[in-house]
């Protein structure tokens, strides 16, 4: 059967590390000089170069080495090609990645990009390039799936990049569209607004870093969460951070971790697959994390009455696998490409255009390589002058003892601000965009009092500018602060710890307001009393998360009837129910309540008889990202385990309603720590593990770490990277 295409993917063969290292091309480089890789049993390298150039082009080696396969997904999505792999079932996802676009800005960055960051790019990418000629056959999935070795260039890469900063508001348009055009769609409109807006703060402004509207008057939604203190609040007597961000769960995990070592560069970090700079990590001056800003930045234009002549369209062909090609056409407007044309999204009579900030030349990449090099908190604000998509919320310590926040992001100006609906007139000369809003003129915050700083997708600070409108509800912000502000002082295991925390203030809340409501119904006592010593914690043994869930299983859909529903894409989405369920209940008349209330609870009573705790219905499966295909996926599981979190504790595994058994496949997949006293002091750790070949002994050996709340050291001194990255590698270039 060895012959047959993708069986090696669906049995792989073991891959020792040996086996593994063995497979990287060690001579004839393009370097300029000899390069040492050092790695861990982990098969995390650390890269030691005697240029920048050098550094690049071996970064390009260690990407396609350990996720080749990954690389060619990203590449696939970034252009809409996922039919070539899947087939006539893809074609809907290719037609929407298509109109969106994430190509329309290269030419325009590549044109404004400094020269030294084109060479970095154009390094890499020869890297990448030199690894698919020269290395052995490709990843086991690539016969499965009928991929083929591509040429890499510098759009591609910058295209890979621009599919990663992806507006997160866009899921949100995508859930309202649904509901818009409805009767009610006015009272939806503005419980969404109010669900996403009323989120506690980050950080308070003083006057003299607000942006004032009169800045403005002439100009007319991912997660994460991320903590720093001061010196004051440590242990150590140096500054910490701590981010954990929050993604897809499966594997390989969309982070690399691995150390750098160039005449410009000494850091050690995550970087995104398949695109060459540290999105959050350590140097010996600096370390960094930050969250997902949920900036607006882009705006829906109703454009179905402007003039015809000056839509522009673009026929295009997708290729699809085991099936002939699909032709289908992108409308471009001067407010965008027409959404609606779409067939994957929810129908509707109107003609919508996106306009998106990401549309237009940024320059992501050159600022988070001068991040990289910064060497206090000042620099590292000065380096995201020119940073567009996504919008980040950044957190920075620097080894002097400062911490700061900032918002990294490129936001329209809008003389409108209040946002009175989701669809805009492009008719009103206050709808459109008259100039872009960046980091330097939007507020920050540097050494505040209470020395700490959070963030955690919340709402950020108190602003003239239009930030967002859908930020995640306060929960984890509250639960961040909380603790932070609890204790005098902190270490790195305190803030493993907080890492770790499945506690939600909201769930609490919202329990304790439930209960005296369930005891006036009758016939929930036993449940009232359990949710009214809960404390919030989802923990796998907790008897009350699991009640409380299956609780709101059965309460929110029975609320909620064809009667007096809210929008049903809407419902169980966890800001509505803290905001809105309780009022809703008590609207009620009483008698129609009890009646609500007694039905809910003995359904409730008989589910919560078979799931006694969080952890039977709760779980965390590690799987390749293949484990979704159809049939065939059972061959890329690996394990499904219970765990611990919710839709939005800090340790974040994120559901829906549910009451039975689930997979949690959102939601915290990486962690770093540093501590600013020690220039060793950083730990990293990925859910899944390094490599993405299947059958590699480091393909998901990070997994036990991550559960037992563990992490790998990536140090900064020479002589500890000798002792920790013990396997050394000599590349050699060509003579």
């Not at 329990?511 to 005296?516: R, S």
């Not at 449940?527 to 923990?539: E, Q």
Request: aromatic share 8%; hydrophobic share 40%.
């Amino acid at each position: 059967m060895s012959h047959l295409p993708g069986f090696a993917a669906l049995f792989p063969l073991p891959a020792p590390l040996e086996t593994r290292l063995a497979a990287f091309p060690r001579k004839g480089l393009s370097c300029e000089a000899p390069v040492r890789i050092r790695w861990n049993p982990y098969q995390v390298p650390y890269i030691q170069a005697r240029s920048d150039h050098d550094l690049a082009f071996v970064l390009g080696l260690v990407h396609a080495h350990l996720r080749e396969g990954q690389l060619a997904l990203l590449k696939h999505a970034a252009l809409g090609r996922l039919a070539e792999i899947f087939g006539p079932p893809a074609t809907g996802i290719d037609e929407l990645l298509r109109i969106l676009d994430f190509v329309r800005a290269v030419d325009g960055i590549m044109e404004q990009m400094p020269a030294d960051t084109h060479a970095w790019l154009g390094a890499f990418v020869a890297g990448l390039n030199h690894y698919q000629e020269k290395a052995g056959p490709p990843p086991p999935e690539f016969a499965l799936l009928g991929l083929r070795r591509e040429p890499w260039t510098v759009a591609d890469v910058l295209t890979i990049s621009r599919l990663m900063g992806a507006d997160v508001n866009w899921l949100v348009y995508f859930t309202l569209l649904r509901e818009e055009g409805r009767s009610d769609w006015p009272r939806i409109w503005a419980r969404a607004r109010e669900a996403g807006v009323d989120s506690a703060t980050s950080f308070r402004a003083s006057d003299d870093e607000r942006v004032l509207s009169s800045l403005f008057s002439g100009l007319g939604r991912s997660g994460s969460n991320s903590v720093a203190l001061s010196p004051e609040k440590s242990t150590s007597g140096g500054a910490l951070i701590a981010s954990d961000p929050h993604l897809g769960v499966s594997l390989p995990n969309a982070w690399l971790l691995l150390g750098a070592q160039s005449p410009s560069y000494h850091v050690v970090g995550l970087m995104p697959v398949g695109v060459p700079v540290f999105a959050l990590g350590r140097n010996p001056f600096i370390a960094w994390g930050g969250t997902n800003l949920r900036a607006l930045a882009s705006d829906l234009f109703d454009v179905g009455g402007i003039d015809p002549a000056s839509i522009r369209c673009e026929p295009f062909l997708i290729r699809r696998r085991f099936c002939f090609p699909a032709r289908r056409i992108r409308r471009y407007t001067p407010f965008g490409p027409i959404l609606s044309d779409a067939r994957l999204l929810p129908r509707t009579e109107k003609e919508l255009a996106l306009s998106w900030v990401g549309h237009h030349p940024s320059d992501e990449i050159s600022a988070l390589l001068a991040a990289a090099r910064a060497r206090h908190c000042g620099e590292f604000r000065a380096s995201f002058t020119e940073f567009g998509v996504p919008g980040q919320n950044l957190l920075c310590a620097d080894s002097r003892g400062n911490i700061i926040q900032i918002l990294a992001s490129a936001i329209p100006a809008r003389e409108e601000t209040s946002y009175p609906d989701l669809l805009r007139d492009p008719a009103d000369p206050h709808t459109h965009w008259t100039g872009i809003i960046r980091t330097p003129q939007l507020p920050y915050a540097l050494n505040p009092s209470e020395g700490y700083l959070a963030s955690a997708n919340n709402r950020p600070v108190e602003s003239d500018v239009l930030i967002g409108l859908f930020f995640t509800d306060s929960d984890r912000i509250i639960r961040l602060k909380e603790i932070l502000a609890g204790q005098e002082k902190f270490s790195r295991q305190d803030l493993a710890r907080l890492q770790m925390d499945t506690r939600s203030p909201a769930a609490r809340r919202l329990a304790g307001k439930l209960a005296p409501l369930l005891r006036a119904a009758g016939q929930g006592e036993g449940i009232a009393a359990r949710l009214d010593t809960w404390d919030g914690d989802y923990r796998p043994d907790s008897a009350a998360a699991a009640t409380f869930e299956i609780l709101l299983y059965y309460l929110v859909p029975a609320l909620y009837t064809d009667g007096r529903r809210q929008a049903s894409a809407l419902l169980g989405q966890w800001g509505f129910l803290t905001k809105y369920l309780i009022p809703d209940l008590e609207a009620l008349s009483p008698t129609r309540r009890a009646r609500l209330l007694r039905h809910v609870l003995r359904k409730t009573a008989r589910r919560a008889g078979r799931y006694a705790v969080w952890g039977d219905m709760h779980r965390l499966g590690a799987a390749h990202w293949l484990g979704r295909l159809p049939v065939l996926g059972k061959a890329f599981r690996l394990a499904r385990f219970p765990v611990g979190g919710s839709r939005e504790t800090p340790m974040k595994t994120a559901h829906g309603l549910v009451a039975g058994p689930h997979d949690a496949v959102y939601g915290s997949q990486a962690r770093h720590i540093s501590d600013l006293s020690d220039p060793d002091e950083n730990y990293f750790i990925l859910f899944g593990g390094q490599d993405g070949w299947l059958g590699s002994a480091n393909f998901a050996d990070q997994i036990d770490l991550w559960r037992q709340g563990n992490y790998i050291r990536m140090p900064l001194r020479a002589e500890t990277i000798a002792a920790e990255f013990p396997l050394t590698m000599d590349l050699e270039p060509a003579p």
